[in-house]
């Protein structure tokens, strides 16, 4: 039998969820999950409110950011867990990241133009709550009428590669994993399967991130098989990494990603927890 669920990864209308902070620290509550970490791409602005809302709802909140790094061929996220200062030099941190996603969305909003779809960027920006991203870019372009739904618009045009797809400046893996730690937190590899490299190229890489100074990995996802993370999670343990396990929830319009559920719909265990443990 299971005991209470947990999740290590979520994100708030901070960044590009659809729930606010309390709004989802509610909804976790509610769904039985006692511990949620509040990862929001690039900012930390909703950590205060979740926390707030976690006091009253009872659980825990555990503070977090997810930040993008600099690779290829796929993504990289790097995720910031337990953070004991999000105030300091990682607000600094991300709010120098939020002037290059402004800078590579007016890029986008040029190749749109270019491509005979008209619009204002900064009408988008000011309506937005926080760090806009492709996902909101992409409702955008469905509400337009340019797209028939989300994925729809990063398949034609905002996906990597695609017509209006622009790169944004990322950060370096030692400057992520520096910042971090400067915020007292434990940086975990997101969803290593989102980096599109080989199971020999990641055994090389698992081994270059323990000596960057990686604490962990995340390898319970919904966005691979249970198999896969099976795997990763084997192979994180070999190479002494924490392991952690999230939902990447978004909102409740994404029902392939639930709170407290990873991959294959399987439960979170509390004892995942173990992974943040000093
Ligand atoms: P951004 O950080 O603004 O570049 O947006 C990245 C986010 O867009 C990711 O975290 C995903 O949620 C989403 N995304 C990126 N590529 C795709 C894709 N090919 N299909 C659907 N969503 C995507
Ligand atoms: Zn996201
Ligand atoms: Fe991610
Ligand atoms: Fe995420």
């Known amino acids: 039998m299971l005991g209470p669920v947990i999740d290590l990864h979520s994100h708030s209308t901070a960044s590009d969820g659809s729930l606010t902070p309390a709004d989802l620290v509610a909804r976790a509550a509610k769904e039985g999950v006692s511990a949620l970490a509040l990862t929001d791409h690039d900012t930390v602005a909703g950590i205060d409110e979740a926390l707030a809302a976690a ?65 204002d960027y900064g009408e988008l920006r000011d309506a937005s709550g926080g760090v806009v991203g492709r996902p909101h870019i992409a409702d955008w372009l469905v509400a337009r009428k340019a797209a028939k739904n989300r994925q729809d618009a990063f398949d034609k045009y905002l996906g990597k590669h695609r017509p209006f797809w622009s790169p944004k400046t990322c950060l370096p893996l030692d400057e992520a994993v520096a910042a971090v730690k400067r915020a007292g937190g434990l940086a975990f590899v997101a969803h290593p399967m989102s980096l599109f490299v080989s199971w020999a190229r990641l055994r090389l ?71 943040l443990e000093r």
């Not at 290059?100 to 491509?115: C, K, L, P, V, Y």
């Not at 993370?229 to 978004?250: I, N, P, T, Y």
Request: glycine content about 14%.
């Open 55 to 119: 006091s009253s709802a009872g659980i825990r909140l555990v503070p977090g950011v997810e930040l993008e790094i600099s690779f290829a061929p796929g993504e990289f996220h790097l995720l910031g867990l337990e953070l004991r200062d999000w105030k300091g030099a990682l607000a600094a941190t991300c709010a120098g990241l939020a002037d290059s996603r402004h800078e590579r969305n007016e890029r986008i909003f040029d190749r749109m133009r270019e491509a005979g779809i008209e619009g």
């Open 205 to 275: 890489l698992f081994g270059e991130w323990k000596e960057y100074g990686v604490d962990g990995i995340e390898a319970w996802h919904p966005g691979a098989r249970e198999g896969a993370c099976a795997r990763l999670e084997k192979l994180a343990r070999e190479f002494g990494f924490r392991v952690s396990a999230g939902s990447d929830f978004h909102g409740p319009g994404r029902p392939e990603r639930r709170l407290g559920r990873t991959a294959g719909g399987r439960k979170i265990d509390d004892a995942y927890l173990a992974c």
